[in-house]
């Protein structure tokens, strides 16, 4: 007899308020409260690590919670400093300013670093660029603020 897990969720909630989607596999429902819980730790350390992103590990841990723990989605979703970012990005793909730049500023440090440093075919370091540079660009291409309300 094998046991399967099966995601339960038949539609993406549209409102944090609705019950988050619930897992039938106990531990792919524990490796997604680790998962969300580091994230939420490593985006805490980015508030204070002027190298360390901060909105992408909390977007990574309201993944994660939303799929494993209604009540963590909620807690992170309602935060009053963790949450707002996480809030933009659902309500208008806002990407902060800060963020732009240091997601673009590391892509490029690690091309440039792959190109120098590493000895490989140049097809590996081009092709790194291509797929980062596809990355920066859409990455570039959200808004940075919140739009005025109308």
């Given at each position: 007899?094998?046991?399967?897990?099966h995601d339960q969720r038949h539609e993406p909630p549209h409102d944090v308020g609705?019950?988050?989607?619930?897992?039938?596999?106990?531990?792919?429902?524990?490796?997604?409260?680790?998962?969300?819980?580091?994230?939420?730790?490593?985006?805490?350390?980015?508030?204070?690590?002027?190298?360390?992103?901060?909105?992408?590990?909390?977007?990574?841990?309201?993944?994660?919670?939303?799929?494993?723990?209604?009540?963590?989605?909620?807690?992170?979703?309602?935060?009053?400093?963790?949450?707002?970012?996480?809030?933009?990005?659902?309500?208008?793909?806002?990407?902060?300013?800060?963020?732009?730049?240091?997601?673009?500023?590391?892509?490029?440090?690690?091309?440039?670093?792959?190109?120098?440093?590493?000895?490989?075919?140049?097809?590996?370091?081009?092709?790194?660029?291509?797929?980062?540079?596809?990355?920066?660009?859409?990455?570039?291409?959200?808004?940075?603020?919140?739009?005025?309300?109308?």
């Open positions: 007899m094998t046991t399967e897990c609705q019950e988050a989607s619930r897992l039938s596999c106990p531990g792919v429902r524990q490796a997604l409260l680790v998962l969300g819980w580091t994230c939420v730790a490593l985006g805490i350390a980015g508030i204070f690590l002027p190298v360390m992103p901060t909105t992408v590990f909390l977007l990574i841990a309201a993944w994660a919670f939303s799929r494993s723990s209604h009540r963590f989605h909620r807690w992170l979703y309602e935060h009053p400093r963790l949450g707002r970012p996480i809030r933009d990005w659902h309500a208008h793909r806002v990407i902060p300013v800060r963020a732009k730049l240091l997601a673009v500023t590391m892509m490029s440090a690690s091309v440039t670093i792959l190109a120098v440093f590493v000895n490989a075919h140049w097809a590996l370091p081009v092709g790194v660029g291509v797929l980062l540079a596809t990355i920066a660009a859409y990455i570039l291409s959200r808004p940075s603020v919140v739009p005025a309300a109308q």
